[in-house]
């Protein structure tokens, strides 16, 4: 058991420069600011590139370049009939070339010419940066895989256009919309004629649906999924997560070939199950990509605090959902301004203990992490002050409606039977509530101490039985 856990080298790597600090496009974690689309040129067109944002957004974003292209695409008639799976190289007497400059990307580009098929995977990081950035990218052909660095290329990858965007050339992918996303949103990739092989293993109702069980069950390949957890920052990359990545794409083709021909012997007159499959893998493929909007006030969103809170199992008093509030925004604008991820910033557990224990001062504060994350070490003062106002004003808010008419014992409601058209009114006993009024002081950390301070010297002895007034 202790092998397949993925060593801690693998897993955080110790002193990676952070790559985000060398990229030419500079990040925008900013709420306000929509998606700059990075495409500037448009290949395989069938209309012109559209640089008119979309006005039902909000903020506005310039559309997906090949809606069109994608959804009126004719697909080479090979990919409709039965062949003969073409064999992958011998995995262990081959090698990858690695792609990590300019000349070696063109190199490639130039052996890629020909090509009816390309299989394509990425490699993503997530934990030190507020929207992840790709670090990896592997591409196969029948002959050769490549395995090209993202982060030194990160600028250049447009060019890749030429391939992803032919309709003539099938792109297999596995489990793509991920995928999809990050390929717009760090390279200005778009991908015309997309072939996800995960539909198919739904069509053909297969007990499982990775591509783990794909390798396995075409390929008799065991993949060690150990390294999906691993930190691709690391350069140089290590052999054996050089060899994981490979194999995501190495045998992706001839499993295609394998699917498409199970497809087709499958379908009927009725129903063309590798159209099925294109159609959802279009589906996929026209994703576009935005940045995720803030909504202090309502918290929806996938990353707003009503998803979380949904899942919280206790309930809270009104200031502890205050505090609650309070703190999923300071670490949403936290990991914005820093380029870090939420988890990073502060963890979903420990964000709920500050919530349940409710320190107002640093020590607390520190005290309710464990191991205490930096970024809470650094700002321990200003979080111990953001819950104390976030409780202040939990006490100060008015009440609901339903408690504001004290006066009123009772409250008169009417319900039809469901026999019949009668009514029948009932009266409700409401349930009074007294105001506590709470005087904001209590919160005022100086002004405490200083009452402390007076209580204490009014009560302080002038002299000692024992000792006299020497003291």
Known sequence: MERDK??????HANNVVRPQIHFKDAVDNSNSTPFERKIKYKPHALVPLDFTASVDETPKSLPHPYVHEITNIEYPQRMFETAEPEMYKPYDTTSPTWVDTEEKLLEMMKRLEGAEELAVDLEHHNYRSFQGFTCLMQ????????????LELRDKLWMLNEYFADPNIVKVLHGADSDIIWLQRDFGLYIVNLFDTYFPTKVLEFPHHSLAYLLKKYCNFDADKKYQLADWRIRPL?????????????????????????????STTDGNLVRVCLQRSNEVALQKYDKDIYDAANGT??????????KWKYAMNPQQLAVFKELHS???????????????????????????????????????????????????QVIAYAIQKAKREA????KEDAFKEEDKSKSETTTLSTSGSSTTKMQ????KRSNT?????????????KLRTENAAKLEKKSSDLFGSCL
């Open 437 to 449: 009024s709470v005087d904001p002081a209590l919160f005022d950390l100086k002004k405490v101490k």
């Open 6 to 11: 993925l060593e801690y080298k693998f897993l």
């Open 330 to 380: 300071w670490r949403d604008h936290t990991a914005r301004e820093e380029d870090e991820s939420w988890r990073y910033v502060l963890p979903n557990h420990m964000l709920f203990a500050l919530v349940e224990r409710m320190p107002v001062d640093s020590s607390g504060v520190i005290g309710c992490c464990n191991p205490c994350p930096t970024l809470v070490r650094m700002n321990a």
């Open 139 to 150: 591409l196969s052909t029948r002959d050769e895989d490549f395995v090209i660095d993202t």
């Open 395 to 398: 006490l100060e808010a008015p």
């Open 428 to 431: 409700v006993q409401s349930i």
């Open 238 to 266: 290590p052999v054996e997560m050089l060899d994981y990545a490979r194999s995501d794409t190495h045998f992706l083709l001839y499993i295609y070939d394998c699917l498409r021909n199970e497809l087709v012997n499958k």
């Open 301 to 310: 969103g996938p990353g707003g605090w009503k998803h979380m809170l949904s």
